[in-house]
Nanobody
Framework: QVQLEESGGGLVQPGGSLMLSCAAS????????MGWFRQAPGKEREFVAV???????DYADSVKGRFTISRDNAKNTVYLQMNSLKPEDTAVYYC?????????????????WGQGTQVTVSS
């Protein structure tokens, strides 16, 4: 069973950048599809980005061109580089792992979740 732990959240001004990390233990991320989701107050958890085992990538339209997902298999860590941040990016960001199949935007298809890290974009 994979355990996931996010880090790197914080308070940033609009237009700023943050890099989130998701450290995995209990299994190699190279065989999983790894996703990032976010949940703002009063809203449902939504898809942000996904990277599958073959390095196929997908992004939500709202973050395309601003966010980049990547992974370092040696460190067993997935990253989410977030640039040009906007107040509407404020949310708790979650890392998730999917055992079977390829990329998916559907959160219920993911098997393992981290506890989340808060990102606040405000001046």
């Amino acid at each position: 069973q994979v355990q996931l732990e996010e880090s790197g959240g914080g308070l940033v001004q609009p237009g700023g950048s943050l890099m989130l990390s998701c450290a995995a233990s209990g299994g190699p991320i190279s065989v999983y599809t790894m996703g990032w989701f976010r949940q703002a107050p009063g809203k449902e958890r939504e898809f942000v980005a996904v990277l599958d085992w073959s390095l196929g990538i997908d992004y939500a339209d709202s973050v395309k061109g601003r966010f980049t997902i990547s992974r370092d298999n040696a460190k067993n860590t997935v990253y989410l580089q977030m640039n040009s941040l906007k107040p509407e990016d404020t949310a708790v960001y979650y890392c998730a792992a999917k055992r079977f199949g390829g990329r998916s935007r559907v959160r219920t298809f993911y098997d393992y979740w981290g506890q989340g890290t808060q990102v606040t974009v405000s001046s």
